[in-house]
C-alpha cells in the first residue's frame, strides 16, 4: 500500500464498502431472470464486464495505450486471467443452483484456500490462529454441507460448484507469488471476462435468455462487475490486505439480504449458523494480528 492521507483512506473506505455494494446485487438480480441458464448467464454478464472494461481502458490511455497496458501483464497476466475466467463461470452457474448465501460464504473462503496452497506449494508458514480459523471455517461449511446434502441434491452440487472460486482464487495468488510477478488487476480482470466469453458461449447455444435477462446480466456485467473492478484498483492503493479482506466480507452480509428482501430468498438455519462460524472464523483471523501488532 502506497503512503496515503487519512482523507485518501477515508476514501478509499468509502469506495470499497460501495464496490462491496456493487459486488453483493449478483444474487437478486439473478433470481429475476426468465430463462436464462447457467452458462448463457455466465456469457452475458462477462460480455457486457468486457465491454465496460474495454470502453474505460480506452477512455483513459487512448485505443493504443489500452492495447498497450492490455499486452503488458503478458503471461502472468494471462494464467491470473484464467482464473478469473473459472472464478466468473463457477459463480454465476452456483448462482443458478443454489442459494445467494451458500455461494457467497463458500466463495468468502477465498483467503483461507490461499493460505492453505501457499503452505503447500511456497513453504509458507501458517500461524496458529490461522489454522483455528481453518478448521472453525471448514466446521461451518460442514454444517452447511450436511443440511444441503438432505434438502436438495441441485443446491449441494451448487455448493460444489461455488468451491471453484476460492480454489481458482488460490492458484491465481500462489502462481503469481511463486513466479514473483506482478499484475495489474484490470487487464487481468478483462482477460479473464474474454476467457469466460469463450468457453461459455458454445454451451449457451442455443440462446434462450429474454430481452429482460439481457437487460438485467447487462447490469450485473456493468454495476456488479466491470465498475467495481475499477473501483476495488483504486481504493486497493490505499488500503492494507486485511482491509481489503475484511470489506470484501460485506458482500457475504449484504447479498442474502437483497435476495431475501427483493426475492423472498430466506436462508435456512443451517446456512445461518455454518456462515456465522466461517464468517467469524475469517474477521478473526484477519483482526488478530493487527491487535497484536498495534502499539501499546
Known amino acids: 500500500m502506497t503512503s496515503s492521507t487519512p482523507q485518501q483512506h477515508r476514501r478509499?473506505?468509502?469506495?470499497?464498502?460501495?464496490?462491496?455494494?456493487?459486488?453483493?446485487?449478483?444474487?437478486?438480480?439473478?433470481?429475476?431472470?426468465?430463462?436464462?441458464?447457467?452458462?448463457?448467464?455466465?456469457?452475458?454478464?462477462?460480455?457486457?464486464?468486457?465491454?465496460?472494461?474495454?470502453?474505460?481502458?480506452?477512455?483513459?490511455?487512448?485505443a493504443t495505450g489500452a492495447a498497450a497496458y492490455v499486452?503488458?501483464?503478458?503471461?502472468?497476466?494471462?494464467?491470473?486471467?484464467?482464473?478469473?475466467?473459472?472464478?466468473?463461470?463457477?459463480?454465476?452457474?452456483?448462482?443458478?443452483?443454489?442459494?445467494t448465501a451458500n455461494t457467497l460464504i463458500v466463495n468468502a473462503l477465498s483467503p483461507l484456500f490461499a493460505t492453505i496452497l501457499a503452505w503447500a506449494v511456497l513453504k509458507t508458514p501458517i500461524a496458529t490462529r490461522t489454522w483455528l480459523a481453518i478448521a472453525a471455517a471448514f466446521a461451518g461449511m460442514v454444517i452447511m454441507f450436511a443440511s444441503q446434502a438432505q434438502a436438495s441434491g441441485a443446491a449441494l452440487f451448487g455448493m460444489a460448484v461455488a468451491f471453484g472460486v476460492p480454489v481458482a482464487s488460490a492458484i491465481n495468488i500462489v502462481t503469481l507469488k511463486r513466479t514473483g510477478a506482478h499484475v495489474d488487476l484490470a487487464p487481468a480482470v478483462l482477460l479473464g471476462a474474454l476467457l469466460s466469453c469463450a468457453i461459455t458461449l458454445p454451451l449457451s447455444l442455443p440462446f434462450v435468455a429474454?430481452?429482460?435477462?439481457?437487460?438485467?446480466?447487462a447490469i450485473l456485467g456493468v454495476f456488479q462487475l466491470g465498475i467495481p473492478c475499477v473501483m476495488m484498483v483504486r481504493a486497493s492503493a490505499h488500503l492494507t490486505a486485511p482491509e481489503v479482506a475484511l470489506l470484501g466480507l460485506l458482500e457475504v452480509?449484504?447479498?442474502?439480504?437483497?435476495?431475501?428482501?427483493?426475492?423472498?430468498?430466506?436462508?435456512?438455519?443451517?446456512?445461518?449458523?455454518?456462515?456465522?462460524?466461517?464468517?467469524?472464523?475469517?474477521?478473526?483471523?484477519?483482526?488478530?494480528?493487527?491487535?497484536?501488532?498495534?502499539?501499546?
Open 12 to 62: 478509499a473506505i468509502l469506495t470499497m464498502v460501495l464496490a462491496t455494494f456493487m459486488w453483493s446485487i449478483a444474487g437478486v438480480f439473478t433470481r429475476h431472470l426468465d430463462s436464462a441458464k447457467s452458462f448463457e448467464v455466465t456469457f452475458w454478464r462477462s460480455l457486457f464486464c468486457a465491454i465496460t472494461l474495454i470502453v474505460w481502458f480506452v477512455y483513459t490511455r487512448g
Open 253 to 296: 452480509l449484504m447479498g442474502p439480504l437483497w435476495s431475501w428482501l427483493g426475492a423472498g430468498e430466506t436462508p435456512g438455519a443451517s446456512t445461518l449458523i455454518g456462515g456465522a462460524i466461517v464468517l467469524a472464523a475469517l474477521v478473526a483471523n484477519e483482526i488478530v494480528p493487527r491487535r497484536q501488532a498495534a502499539p501499546a
Open 71 to 99: 499486452r503488458a501483464s503478458g503471461r502472468p497476466g494471462l494464467i491470473s486471467g484464467l482464473c478469473w475466467a473459472v472464478m466468473f463461470t463457477c459463480f454465476m452457474i452456483a448462482l443458478t443452483l443454489t442459494s
Open 210 to 217: 429474454s430481452t429482460k435477462d439481457v437487460l438485467l446480466l
